[in-house]
Structure formats: C-alpha cells, structure tokens
C-alpha cells in the first residue's frame, strides 16, 4: 500500500476528538465525561505529534509533554471534584447539578 | 514525507476508533474505563511510529498508568461499577443533534485538511541529526533542561498546586460546630 | 468714597450673618442678645449716613451742571453691544435719597434693637436689615438700569425674608410669599421695559438714555428712530414694575399683608424706603415719561384712583397696622398722581415727608403695640394717652403732619400735588377732586385710630393676661398679626411705655415731621431748585387757572382736613353713636371692612384657575407620562432579565452544547466567512 497520507493522520484525529465531544455532550455520568475529555486531549497530542514529525521541529513533542502534565493534574482534581459532589447529592448524574440554575 | 508503515498504522487508529467508540456509548463505566486504556496504548504505538520514542513511554506511564488507575479508584469508590441504566442515555433528540453537529464539523474538517497543501519543512530536527545526537530522548531531555527549563519549573508548580487542590477539595470535613 | 455708602451695609451684612451663624445660633434663645448684632446694623447706616452727607454737601458747593459724581468699580459684562459697569452716580435727586434713606434707616436700626429685644434670633433680623439697606442703596445710587434692578430685586428679596421673619407662623409665611410673587408680577413689566429701552435706545446707562433723549429736538414724529408709540410702550412697562413695587391697583394686594413681619420692618421698608422705589425709577426717567402724555395720564390716573380706594378701605379696618397700611397705599398714590401731571418734584417732596411721618407713625404704633404686650386691634384700647405719654405726643405730630394742617411738612408736600393736579397742563379737576376727597377721608380716619387708640377711656382690663400668644379679635379673616415674642420675664399687666432706644428715634421723627416741609415752600422752594439739574421744572400754568387759584386751593384743603379731624373727634368720642352707625349703614361698612373682596376676586379669578390646571398638569401629565417613562425603564431591564435568565439552565450539557455551537459559529466565519 502507498504511505500514509499527513490528511489521513489528521483526520484520524480528528475524528478521536470529535467522539470525545460527543461523549461530552451526550453522556450523563461525570466521570464518563471527564475521560471523554481525556479523548479528546489525546487527539490534540497526536496533531501536535504529526506536525512535530512534519516540520522537523521539536517543539511540538515539548509541547505534548506539557499538555499530558496538565492533563494529569485537571483529571486529579477533577475526580477530587466528582468525590465532593457525590458526598452532597449521593450521585454522579449532571442532571441533578441544578444550583446555578437561573 | 512520512515513513510510516500502513497495516502497522491502520490496525492501530481502527482499534483506537472502536474502543473510543466503545468508551462513549458502553453503559458500564469500567468498561469505559478499560476502553479507554486500549485508546491509551494504540496512541502510544502511533507516537513511537511518529519517532517521538520518549512521548509515547510517557503515555502509558502516565496516562495509561497513573490517570487511569485513578479513575479506576473513583469508580470503584464510589461504587458506579455497575450498570447504571438511568445515567447513560441523554434524550433522543439531544444525541441525534450532537451526533449531527459532530459529523458536520468532522466533514468540514476533512475536506480541509484533504484541500490543505502542507508546508514545507522548516525545523533542524530531522530524524538524521537526530539519530546523530544520541536519540529522541537524549535530545529532548536536552531541549528540555535548556530552552523549556521555565515551562518545566512552572509545572511542577502547577503539580503541587494540584496535590493541594485535590486534597482540598476531596477530603472528608469534620463536623464541627453546626451541622 | 461713593461706592462706600453701599458698601457699609454689605460689610455689615457679612458680619451679622457671621455673628449669626457661628455665635448666636448655636447658644441657642434664651442668651440672644439684640444690642450686639444691632449696634454693629446700625453703626454701619449711619456711617453710610455720614458719608451720603459728606458727599451731598460737596454737591452744593459745586455749580450746578457739574453737581455729579460717578464711580465706575468694574465692568460687570459685556455682550455684543451691551455694557454694563457696576457703576454708582450721585447726582441731585439720588444725593437728597441717599442722605433720607439712610438718615431715616439709622433710626429705626437704633428702634429696633429696643422692640426685637426678646426676639429669639435678632442677629438674623439686623443681617436681613443690612442687606435691605445695601439693596436699596444699590437701587438708588445706580447708573444704569441693571444695577437699579439688581437694588430693586434685592429690596424684594429683603421685603420677603423680613415679612416672612416668624416663618413658623404659616400665615405670615404665606403673607411673604404673598409679597414676593406680586412683586415678580411686576417685575415683569419692568424687565420688558428694560429691554425695550435697550433696543430703542441701544443703551441703558441713565446717562446715556438721557442724553438721546434730551438732545434730540422735541415735537418731530420720533426721537432716534424710536416712536411715540414705542415710548408709551416703554414708559407703561416700567410703570407696571412700579405698581408692583409701590403697591398701586392692582398689584397692592401684598402690601396690607406685608404687616406680618416685624413693625420696624413695615416703618422701614414699607413706608419709608421699598415702597419709595418707584417714584424713584419714574422721577429719574422723567424725561421719558414726559414725552408721552398717554403713560403719564395712567400713571395719574392709576395713583388717584388707588388713593382714593385706600382711603375708603382704611375707613373700616380694625387693625392698627392695617390702617397705616392702607394709609401708605393711598399716600404713594398721591405720589404717583404728582409724576402723573408732571410735578416730579412734588413728588419726591411728598416721598421723603411721607418717610419722616409715616416712619413715625409706624414707629409710635409698634411702641403701642410693644406696651399692650402684643395687643393690635384698636377696638381694644383706648385712652392710652395717660398711660404712653410720649408716644402720644410724637404720634399726634405724625398725626398733623398726615392729615396736612400747616405748619407741618405733610401739608406743603401734600399741597404741592393738588395744586400741580388741578394746575398743570396734563392735570384735570377731576384728579384734583379725586385727590381733595381722599385728603379728606385721610384726615377722617387718621383721627379715628388716633381717637380710638389714645383718647377716651380705656377698653381693656388692666391686668390683662400676660400670655405673649396673639390675641385673634373678633372681626379677624386672614391676620397676620405682628408677635413678636415677649419673654416671660417681662412685667405683666400693665401698660407701659416703652424704653427709651424706642422713644429717642420717635422724637427725632417728629422733629423732622414739623420741620421738614421747610425745604419745598411753594414758590421758595429750595428742593425744586435742587433737583432742578436731574427734573427740568416748569412752572407751567393751564390756561383757564388763575394763580390766585393756588391759595383758594389751599384753603379748600386745610378746610377740608379740619373737617374730616373735627368729625372724626366728635364722632369717635360717642363710642355708641359709632355703633349705631355701623349698623344702620352695614353693606357699606363690611364691603369697606372686607377691602372690596378684592383679595377673594383675585383668588377666583387668577389664582384657583392656575391651581387647577397646575393640579392637572401634575396628574395628567408628570405623574402619568413621565414617571411611567421613567418606570418603565427599570421594568424593562428587569423584563429583559427574567427573559434572558432562561439561558441559564445550571445543566453541564447544555453549557457543552452552547460552546460546541459557539465553535461552530467560529470554524464556519473562519473558513467560510472570509471567501
């Protein structure tokens, strides 16, 4: 088979970022949507990933390196979050978070 | 141009497409959870066949081995390992609208990133010099511990300030004068 | 040194305010003490006094075409073509003013201090007095027309803040107010005249408006391009500010009202000087006047009309203060018949024996009122001859001088203005006539209230309850009553007379009441020939009038005040004949009581109509319109609130949603906007 296409790598990713955004809309469990989120960071890597490759310039994979650090650290907090919250409402759905609702 | 190797590349984004497929539309969330491990580890075979050696080792250290395990434990601590029939469906027309909204704008996105001309190569880092430096991860620790020295130090900032948070926000609060 | 005879009062004004503010009103009523504010108020008139007399001395030792002195201080402004200085003048007629006003003004000062002697805030009264002085000092020394209506709104203000002076009173508020806005009224037409001569005459320095005037040859169709019409015009507008001011038909309704304030007050500014201002402004635009014989026969006319009509309302009233106040209406419309004709000199004679002796009368009766602890209506006095010597005596020469018997002053002024009545070319027997009945009925009820306040016996208890409240009488409508509050440390029941800071400035204005007609002597007359550089006199003669005519005149006058005194002796000596004479002749006696029901037409024509359609402007339109306008703008933020608040649905989902269409919006502009 040819090479793989710089487009099809993209769109591969994309398409990674874009369940992620589905499974952040769609999904009523908060910690399903925190790893939807992790999806879609992942996606973002891999752009980043690729184009490091194309340009030949490193700083892209500086770059990753910093988001997965970040990353890291919003998941530990938010899961730090979901414990607060299921303290209070004794759930895990989004839909009985109404307390700014007005 | 890129050397990558097709079969290796397209086993490994299929097996990715289908288990994130599987992470947002499974009812259980472990095995969400478990799917999402899967996505974790092709994403890291990819990065190696990108040549980014040292990334694709921090991806499952990190990823695969430290931020799913702790979504493990929360499942686990808040007992959510069973199906939860009333958590996983939105309305109808809400996931027929998101799902719509969603492939609209991958379609979009696809056929610009088909028209789009790449650019040229402009960096010094090609794989060659690379190779002659000592290695992906000898580079980059040096890049690291030079250029990116600042970013690296805030950071680790962040990570204390992120440890705090946690323990913060999620310990237990004793009762103390009013209930 | 001209620009200090305004100067004094204003200096003082400052100071007594101060005095006021920072030393008497935070200790409070029981330690006001009058000598202090009252003696810095009266030392400053007085030295305004000396320097007017100063200055007037040095006009007659000048020749006189020469007899001016100007003092330019600043320029006040200047627009377009309009320039106006601060500016004083001194020439004969505000020279003879200034040294009255001022002379008379120092005597009810000293007055003063002795009746507001247990007044609880008299560094206000004197800071009020000071300021009237300089206002009126303004008024009289001013060069130009804005610096006379600069004085002549001040005196107004004066003449509100002093007869409002006891403002919890809501009545005597209201008899303040009441003087204010009449006042305006006229103002008005003064304001309109100003402007007229501004435009006719491209200036309103007196200076300058006389000289277009004067030099212009008489008897051509216009004077500078200014018509016959347009100076009638003129000279009507300034009249109307003048009826305001001087209270003629119909703008006198607040001049019986003005009794309200202090008694001191009402001798000061409504008798001697406010009042005063505008024969003042008549007399100084003589040349004017004189150019338009339709403006000076409604000025006579208006001035004999409301001499008589005061005259026949003084009749009946009951209230010492009334009386005098009704007196004072019909003597300036003597003063106004006099400009009327022609006699401006006349005029001004009568003013300034008019102050001497209704400033005493004034005074004699407030010293009446200050010894019956309050006491004002004169059907409960009498005999009061024995108890207030002094005051009795002093009031008697007021008392001659008003009803015109010779040799006292008010004879020869009064005189002079019948006979320039009946004599001069724009006179007419009627006036005259008009004039000789009301000098009549002056003199018929002069002596009545003289009859029933002095003589006779006394028609009061004499302990009488010291209560320091008004006392209503029984025929009372709206009666602001001059109270001023007597502290309870004064001696109860009898009736005294007064002190002597009260009885010393009586006398001084007897003396001047006898001896003050000496200046104008007909056919001798030192005033006419002083004034003779400001007030071209001519002696004309109507043909068909003898000039043996004058003494007949004369004698028909002194006949008739002898007449109407003797009458009002015998009558009022047989309190039961007056009685039954009130009831046989009741109609007439209570339209006359009532004033002719003017106040009460006034009132149903002018006033309730303004009230109404003020009432429905407020409800129909401020309340309803604008006050909507001005909710509906907070109803609609709120509207706007509720609605957008629906956004904010607190669902995670929903917000995910919100910012995917916002991405959406964003990727599409960039991609797809642009091309």
Redesign the interface.
């Given at each position: 088979?040819?090479?793989?296409e710089?487009?099809v790598?993209?769109?591969?990713s994309?398409?990674?970022f874009?369940?992620?955004?589905?499974?952040?809309?769609?999904?009523?469990?908060?910690?399903?949507?925190?790893?939807?989120i992790?999806?879609m960071l992942?996606a973002v890597?891999?752009t980043f990933?690729?184009f490091?490759?194309?340009?030949?310039?490193?700083s892209g994979?500086?770059s990753?390196?910093?988001i997965?650090?970040?990353?890291?650290?919003?998941?530990?907090?938010g899961?730090?979050?979901?414990?607060?919250m299921?303290?209070t409402l004794r759930s895990?759905?989004?839909?009985e978070?109404?307390?700014?609702?007005? | 141009m890129i050397a990558l190797n097709p079969y290796f590349f397209y086993f490994f984004a299929g097996l990715a497409i289908a288990c994130a497929l599987f992470v947002v539309l499974k009812k259980n969330p472990v095995a969400s959870a478990f799917s999402l491990v899967v996505v974790f580890f092709s994403f890291a075979a990819i990065y190696a066949m990108l040549e980014a050696h040292l990334i694709a080792a921090l991806q499952i250290l990190v990823y695969a081995g430290a931020i799913m395990v702790l979504f493990i434990f929360v499942i686990m601590l808040l007992n959510q390992d069973g199906p939860s029939l009333d958590l996983n469906r939105s309305p109808l027309y809400a996931r027929i609208l998101g799902g719509a909204a969603c492939l609209g704008i991958f379609a979009s996105f696809l056929f610009a990133f088909k028209n789009a001309t790449l650019i040229t190569a402009t960096g010094l880092f090609t794989p060659e010099r690379i190779e002659a430096a000592g290695g992906n991860t000898q580079v980059i620790s040096e890049l690291m511990f030079s250029e990116y020295i600042l970013p690296f130090e805030l950071t680790s900032v962040l990570l204390l300030a992120a440890i705090v948070a946690s323990v913060a926000v999620a310990k237990r609060k004793r009762m103390e004068s009013e209930p | 040194m001209l620009a200090w005879i305004p100067l004094f009062p204003l200096l003082c004004f400052l100071v007594n305010c101060a005095w006021y503010a920072f030393g008497q009103a935070p200790r409070g009523k029981e330690k006001a003490g009058a000598l202090i504010p009252g003696l810095i108020a009266s030392f400053s008139i007085f030295a305004s006094f000396l320097v007017s007399l100063v200055l007037f001395l040095k006009l007659q030792g000048l020749e006189p075409e020469q007899r001016i002195i100007n003092q330019s201080l600043y320029n006040w402004f200047s627009v377009a073509n309009l320039h106006v200085e601060m500016a004083f003048r001194l020439d004969a007629l505000s020279a003879i003013f200034s040294v009255f006003i001022t002379g008379v003004a120092t005597l009810i000062h000293i007055y003063s201090i002795g009746y507001m002697s247990h007044d609880a805030t008299p560094g206000k009264y004197f800071a009020y007095l000071n300021l009237f002085c300089f206002s009126m000092l303004m008024l009289i020394l001013g060069a130009s027309l804005p610096i006379l209506f600069l004085g002549w709104e001040g005196v107004g203000l004066c003449s509100y803040l002093l007869i409002g002076y006891w403002y919890a009173d809501t009545l005597k508020a209201s008899a303040g107010k009441k003087a204010f806005v009449v006042n305006r009224i006229g103002d008005l037409g003064f304001l309109l005249g100003m402007f007229l001569i501004f435009y006719s005459f491209g200036s309103l320095d007196f200076e300058a408006v006389r000289s277009i005037v004067v030099g212009t040859a008489h008897g051509e169709g216009t004077i500078h391009g200014v018509g016959q019409g347009t100076i009638t015009v003129i000279c009507t507008l300034l009249f109307i500010g003048c009826m305001g001011k001087s209270a003629q038909i119909p703008l006198y309704v607040w001049l019986p009202d003005a009794m309200a304030g202090p008694t001191p007050v009402s001798a000061l500014i409504h008798a001697a000087t406010m009042v005063t201002s505008g024969i003042y402004l008549v007399s100084r635009l003589n040349f004017l006047y004189s150019l338009s014989p339709t403006a000076m026969s409604i000025v006579a006319i208006t001035g004999a009309v409301t001499a008589f009509f005061a005259a026949t309302i003084a009749i009946a009233q009951t209230d010492i203060k009334k009386v005098l106040a009704y007196s004072t209406v019909s003597q300036l419309g003597y003063m106004f018949l006099a400009c009327g004709v022609g006699a401006y000199t006349a005029g001004v004679f009568h003013v300034i024996t008019h102050a001497f002796f209704k400033a005493l009368l004034f005074l004699g009766a407030g010293s009446v009122i200050h010894g019956m602890h309050d006491e004002q209506d004169i059907l409960k006095m009498g005999g009061l001859k024995s108890k207030m010597p002094k005051t009795w005596l002093t009031f008697t020469v007021g008392l001659l001088a008003i009803c015109g018997l010779p040799p006292f002053s008010g004879f020869f002024s009064k005189d002079e203005i019948l006979w320039q009545a009946f004599s001069s070319p724009s006179g007419s027997v009627i006036l005259w006539l008009l004039g000789a009945v009301t000098a009549v009925m002056t003199a018929f009820y002069m002596t009545r209230l003289y009859s029933l306040t002095f003589l006779g016996t006394p028609r009061f208890s004499e302990n009488r309850p010291h209560t320091g409240a008004k006392v209503i009488p029984h025929q009372s409508h709206s009666f602001p009553h001059d109270g001023h509050g007597h502290g309870q440390s004064h001696e109860s029941g009898g009736v005294h007379e007064s002190p002597s800071l009260m009885i010393i400035p009586l006398q001084v204005l007897a003396v001047l009441s006898f001896a003050g007609g000496l200046i104008g002597i007909p056919h001798f007359s030192w005033l006419d020939h002083w004034l003779e550089t400001v007030i071209p006199t001519h002696h004309a003669v109507s043909s068909g009038t003898a000039p043996a005519m004058e003494w007949v005149l004369m004698g028909v006058s002194i006949f008739g005040a002898a007449v109407g005194m003797i009458f009002a002796l015998k009558l009022y000596s047989n309190l039961d004949l007056v009685s039954h004479l009130k009831t046989r002749f009741a109609p007439i006696h209570k339209l006359l009581e009532n004033k002719w029901y003017v106040d009460e037409i006034f009132n149903f024509l002018f006033i309730r109509p303004i009230y109404q359609l003020s009432l429905a402007l407020w409800k129909g339109f401020d309340v309803a319109v604008i006050d909507r306008l001005a909710l509906s703008l907070g109803w609609m933020s709120e509207r706007t609130g509720q609605t957008v608040r629906v956004i904010q649905t607190g669902s995670l989902h929903v917000y995910a949603i919100m910012t995917l269409l916002g991405l959406i919006m964003t990727v599409g502009y960039l991609m797809y906007g642009m091309a």
């Amino acid at each position: 088979m040819s090479p793989v296409e710089p487009w099809v790598v993209l769109a591969f990713s994309s398409a990674i970022f874009f369940i992620g955004l589905y499974g952040v809309m769609v999904r009523r469990n908060i910690i399903v949507i925190l790893m939807s989120i992790e999806l879609m960071l992942n996606a973002v890597n891999l752009t980043f990933i690729l184009f490091s490759r194309q340009l030949n310039d490193l700083s892209g994979q500086m770059s990753v390196f910093f988001i997965i650090t970040v990353a890291a650290a919003e998941s530990a907090v938010g899961l730090g979050l979901v414990i607060a919250m299921f303290r209070t409402l004794r759930s895990v759905d989004t839909d009985e978070i109404q307390l700014l609702k007005g | 141009m890129i050397a990558l190797n097709p079969y290796f590349f397209y086993f490994f984004a299929g097996l990715a497409i289908a288990c994130a497929l599987f992470v947002v539309l499974k009812k259980n969330p472990v095995a969400s959870a478990f799917s999402l491990v899967v996505v974790f580890f092709s994403f890291a075979a990819i990065y190696a066949m990108l040549e980014a050696h040292l990334i694709a080792a921090l991806q499952i250290l990190v990823y695969a081995g430290a931020i799913m395990v702790l979504f493990i434990f929360v499942i686990m601590l808040l007992n959510q390992d069973g199906p939860s029939l009333d958590l996983n469906r939105s309305p109808l027309y809400a996931r027929i609208l998101g799902g719509a909204a969603c492939l609209g704008i991958f379609a979009s996105f696809l056929f610009a990133f088909k028209n789009a001309t790449l650019i040229t190569a402009t960096g010094l880092f090609t794989p060659e010099r690379i190779e002659a430096a000592g290695g992906n991860t000898q580079v980059i620790s040096e890049l690291m511990f030079s250029e990116y020295i600042l970013p690296f130090e805030l950071t680790s900032v962040l990570l204390l300030a992120a440890i705090v948070a946690s323990v913060a926000v999620a310990k237990r609060k004793r009762m103390e004068s009013e209930p | 040194m001209l620009a200090w005879i305004p100067l004094f009062p204003l200096l003082c004004f400052l100071v007594n305010c101060a005095w006021y503010a920072f030393g008497q009103a935070p200790r409070g009523k029981e330690k006001a003490g009058a000598l202090i504010p009252g003696l810095i108020a009266s030392f400053s008139i007085f030295a305004s006094f000396l320097v007017s007399l100063v200055l007037f001395l040095k006009l007659q030792g000048l020749e006189p075409e020469q007899r001016i002195i100007n003092q330019s201080l600043y320029n006040w402004f200047s627009v377009a073509n309009l320039h106006v200085e601060m500016a004083f003048r001194l020439d004969a007629l505000s020279a003879i003013f200034s040294v009255f006003i001022t002379g008379v003004a120092t005597l009810i000062h000293i007055y003063s201090i002795g009746y507001m002697s247990h007044d609880a805030t008299p560094g206000k009264y004197f800071a009020y007095l000071n300021l009237f002085c300089f206002s009126m000092l303004m008024l009289i020394l001013g060069a130009s027309l804005p610096i006379l209506f600069l004085g002549w709104e001040g005196v107004g203000l004066c003449s509100y803040l002093l007869i409002g002076y006891w403002y919890a009173d809501t009545l005597k508020a209201s008899a303040g107010k009441k003087a204010f806005v009449v006042n305006r009224i006229g103002d008005l037409g003064f304001l309109l005249g100003m402007f007229l001569i501004f435009y006719s005459f491209g200036s309103l320095d007196f200076e300058a408006v006389r000289s277009i005037v004067v030099g212009t040859a008489h008897g051509e169709g216009t004077i500078h391009g200014v018509g016959q019409g347009t100076i009638t015009v003129i000279c009507t507008l300034l009249f109307i500010g003048c009826m305001g001011k001087s209270a003629q038909i119909p703008l006198y309704v607040w001049l019986p009202d003005a009794m309200a304030g202090p008694t001191p007050v009402s001798a000061l500014i409504h008798a001697a000087t406010m009042v005063t201002s505008g024969i003042y402004l008549v007399s100084r635009l003589n040349f004017l006047y004189s150019l338009s014989p339709t403006a000076m026969s409604i000025v006579a006319i208006t001035g004999a009309v409301t001499a008589f009509f005061a005259a026949t309302i003084a009749i009946a009233q009951t209230d010492i203060k009334k009386v005098l106040a009704y007196s004072t209406v019909s003597q300036l419309g003597y003063m106004f018949l006099a400009c009327g004709v022609g006699a401006y000199t006349a005029g001004v004679f009568h003013v300034i024996t008019h102050a001497f002796f209704k400033a005493l009368l004034f005074l004699g009766a407030g010293s009446v009122i200050h010894g019956m602890h309050d006491e004002q209506d004169i059907l409960k006095m009498g005999g009061l001859k024995s108890k207030m010597p002094k005051t009795w005596l002093t009031f008697t020469v007021g008392l001659l001088a008003i009803c015109g018997l010779p040799p006292f002053s008010g004879f020869f002024s009064k005189d002079e203005i019948l006979w320039q009545a009946f004599s001069s070319p724009s006179g007419s027997v009627i006036l005259w006539l008009l004039g000789a009945v009301t000098a009549v009925m002056t003199a018929f009820y002069m002596t009545r209230l003289y009859s029933l306040t002095f003589l006779g016996t006394p028609r009061f208890s004499e302990n009488r309850p010291h209560t320091g409240a008004k006392v209503i009488p029984h025929q009372s409508h709206s009666f602001p009553h001059d109270g001023h509050g007597h502290g309870q440390s004064h001696e109860s029941g009898g009736v005294h007379e007064s002190p002597s800071l009260m009885i010393i400035p009586l006398q001084v204005l007897a003396v001047l009441s006898f001896a003050g007609g000496l200046i104008g002597i007909p056919h001798f007359s030192w005033l006419d020939h002083w004034l003779e550089t400001v007030i071209p006199t001519h002696h004309a003669v109507s043909s068909g009038t003898a000039p043996a005519m004058e003494w007949v005149l004369m004698g028909v006058s002194i006949f008739g005040a002898a007449v109407g005194m003797i009458f009002a002796l015998k009558l009022y000596s047989n309190l039961d004949l007056v009685s039954h004479l009130k009831t046989r002749f009741a109609p007439i006696h209570k339209l006359l009581e009532n004033k002719w029901y003017v106040d009460e037409i006034f009132n149903f024509l002018f006033i309730r109509p303004i009230y109404q359609l003020s009432l429905a402007l407020w409800k129909g339109f401020d309340v309803a319109v604008i006050d909507r306008l001005a909710l509906s703008l907070g109803w609609m933020s709120e509207r706007t609130g509720q609605t957008v608040r629906v956004i904010q649905t607190g669902s995670l989902h929903v917000y995910a949603i919100m910012t995917l269409l916002g991405l959406i919006m964003t990727v599409g502009y960039l991609m797809y906007g642009m091309a």
